[in-house]
């Protein structure tokens, strides 16, 4: 199946044509060393007698008799499933529907491991936050921890969530030798509409509802498995997983709890098999410059996410391809917004799947000449596979291809008609750092904010200010030491309500912060990620109350109205609080010494290669090696 022939967009092509020469070094060590690690063959031969023993100790005799042949396929399962996650929660069967599947075809599945999988909605203005970002790079470690016993021959990573899909992604790259999909559990059912959840939390923050008021309005949002319904980090994930070739087509947005949703999970398993007998579509190759280029168009098309200006960053890193926000924000001047979903629209992801789905956003970006259409995906050569959706008749699932024309332009539209001629992101720049800003739900009149600055070195401090009507003016709330050295990075979501209220005021508000705001960031506009953050003495660490601050989203500009050599004669602000114990912050004093900035994604996976400079050689130990002390 193949796309019909478009010319690729001239910016693509040029950002595409930069990263791959960026990442020639580091691209070509990892593909080396999948190379290497790809060469050990299938199954029992990987592992001598008693390795092979111990790994279907606790099997089934089925199972058992199926392995002992030494040539069948065995599939991997990395889950993150847990029931503090509504996206989460229908994992827990996951397994058995893919073990049940697998027989079907002569295989073999096991859950190699699972991930931890936090909660941001739990965790949001908590200590637990401070762990969110960081989760992700241990969600990276379990998966590699579950992968390296070396007994299987294709993966499948059952994950929804923020950080959980980014860690899932990073780890399993450490496999790429492998064949490896995605499978979500898909969204709730719609609650109550989510512009009317916002202006409830916008009444509370003034205090004109109360809390069992505001405690009713959740509960009637977020009320079921499944994904929450409004278009932050978890729906971003689904939506660049398609659009990246790993999931099996228009699979994000499948309720839960439903026989198509079973039946797309078995058919997953099944192909994860099929390409582990072909040799086909390992992990290294669907992961390559153009998917991770076609993920971020995806991410730009749909105004999706801010935390991918972080996660896209590392996810990428793991398959040695170095990208960074210039890049994003030349691809984002040129993409087409084709979608309006909370927040940037009243809809949610299921009017959004309805009107049309990450089908017809796939063929409209194809079609334009916005993505690569050439791309290996676990369904085969070529995006095209990704202009089709799954339905059940007679009891089986079939594939159709999906609507050519939007059901809903208020929700979705062409790429020849689009909601806006660019995408969501913008980079800013200026004597403050770099930083990003989402400007997709912001209004034009919005975008230019020049007032002094109210200085925070925290969210608490800042909501206290709020409650007080200390903040009833013009003017930009800087929050700081908020980055991923000071304290793990959490987002910022806390403070959406209050700037929205001020904005809503009349006043001129802007946030500029070395911290995240949440995935679903909305209408109030936001510097964030501002590197280099404050605690590794960046500007944001000089500047005090009543300074001038410029954030100019159509220009591009992010600087205070202070000279350079003024600002930083100034005494160093350091942090006033501790934060560094307590909810078990204690045990990631190592991350956050070892982190990499924001920009190069806020990691410690790649630890002495955050440059993209050319990384040490090294051999690479026979994989097919068996000690013979121990193979009967």
């Known amino acids: 199946m193949a796309a019909a022939k478009t010319k690729l967009h001239p910016v693509v092509a040029a950002v595409t044509a930069r990263i791959v020469d960026r990442s020639r070094a580091t691209r070509t060590d990892y593909l080396r060393r999948m190379d290497a690690a790809g060469s050990s063959g299938v199954g029992r031969a990987k592992l001598s007698c008693a390795n ?19 040539t069948q396929p065995n599939l991997g399962v990395i889950t993150a499933y847990n ?5 989460h929660q229908p994992f827990e069967r996951f397994p058995q529907v893919i073990r049940d599947a697998v027989r079907e075809v002569e295989a073999t599945a096991q859950v190699a491991g699972g991930t931890p999988a936090m909660c941001d909605g739990v965790t949001q203005g908590r200590p637990g936050m401070e762990l969110s970002l960081f989760s992700r790079d241990v969600i990276a470690m379990s998966t590699g921890i579950g992968l390296t016993h070396d007994a299987f021959d294709a993966v499948m990573c059952l994950g929804v969530c923020d950080k959980i899909v980014p860690g899932l992604f990073m780890g ?30 916008a009444e509370y923050a003034q205090g004109k509802v109360d809390r069992a008021t505001l405690l009713e309005t959740e509960i009637a949002s977020y009320h079921s498995p499944g994904t929450c319904t409004f278009y932050g980090t978890a729906n971003s994930n689904q939506m660049m997983m398609e659009l990246m070739g790993l999931h099996l087509p228009s699979t994000a947005f499948v309720h839960p709890d439903t026989g198509l ?20 579509s390992r992990m290294a190759d669907v992961i390559d410059e153009k998917s991770i280029v076609n993920g971020i168009v995806a991410l730009l098309a749909t105004g999706g996410s801010t935390n991918h200006a972080i996660h896209l960053v590392a996810m990428a890193r793991a398959a040695g391809i170095i990208i960074d926000w210039t890049d994003m924000d030349q691809l984002s001047s040129v993409t087409p917004l084709l979608t309006r979903i909370y927040p940037n629209g009243t809809a949610d992801v299921n009017a959004f799947q309805a009107a049309g789905g990450v089908a017809f956003v796939a063929r409209e970006l194809a079609r334009s000449g916005h993505i690569h259409s050439d791309v290996t995906t676990v369904m085969g050569k070529g995006i095209a596979h990704y202009f089709q959706e799954p339905v059940m008749l007679d009891g089986k699932l079939v ?71 200390e903040l009833d ?75 001038v601050i410029r954030v100019d989203a159509e220009t591009g500009e992010l600087h205070v109205r202070v000279e350079m050599h003024e600002l930083m004669a100034r005494k160093r ?52 090696w068996v000690n013979a002390a121990v193979d009967a």
């Open 573 to 624: 602000a350091r942090p006033t609080e501790s934060q560094d114990w307590g909810y078990g912050r204690e045990l990631f004093g190592a991350f956050r010494a070892g982190v990499s900035p924001a920009e190069q994604g806020a990691s410690v996976c790649f630890s002495g290669l955050h440059g993209g400079g050319k990384p040490e050689i090294r051999d690479v130990s026979d994989p097919n």
């Open 52 to 70: 092979w023993a111990h790994a279907f100790a606790g099997a089934p005799i089925k199972d058992k008799l199926t392995a002992m042949s030494g």
């Open 399 to 469: 594939w159709r291809d999906g609507v050519v024309e939007s059901l809903d332009t208020t929700i979705l539209r062409p790429a020849s008609d689009p909601f806006d001629h660019e995408g969501g992101l913008r980079l800013l720049q200026g004597n403050l750092g770099r930083a990003v800003i989402k400007v997709s739900a912001v209004k034009p009149q919005h975008r230019i904010v020049e007032a002094p600055a109210r200085v925070f070195d925290s969210q608490e401090g800042f909501l206290a200010a709020f409650k007080a009507g």
């Open 83 to 87: 029931d503090m996650l509504s996206a």
């Open 473 to 547: 003016h013009d003017g930009i709330a800087v929050v700081r030491f908020q980055g991923p050295r000071a304290n793990g990075m959490p987002e910022l979501h806390s403070l959406s309500p209050g700037l929205g209220v001020l904005q809503d005021r009349g006043f001129k508000v802007a946030l500029v912060t070395d911290g995240r705001m949440s995935g679903a960031s909305g209408k109030t506009p936001a510097a964030i990620h501002v590197t280099p953050e404050a605690l590794d003495g960046g500007p944001l660490a000089y500047v005090r109350d009543g300074d």
């Open 172 to 201: 399993a790259l450490a496999f790429g030798h492998l064949p490896v999909i995605f499978a979500p559990a898909g969204p709730m059912p719609s609650g109550i509409p989510n512009a009317e959840k916002a202006l409830v939390r």
């Open 261 to 280: 949703r079973d039946a797309l999970t078995a058919a997953a398993a099944q192909r994860a098999v099929e390409l582990a007998r072909t040799g086909k």
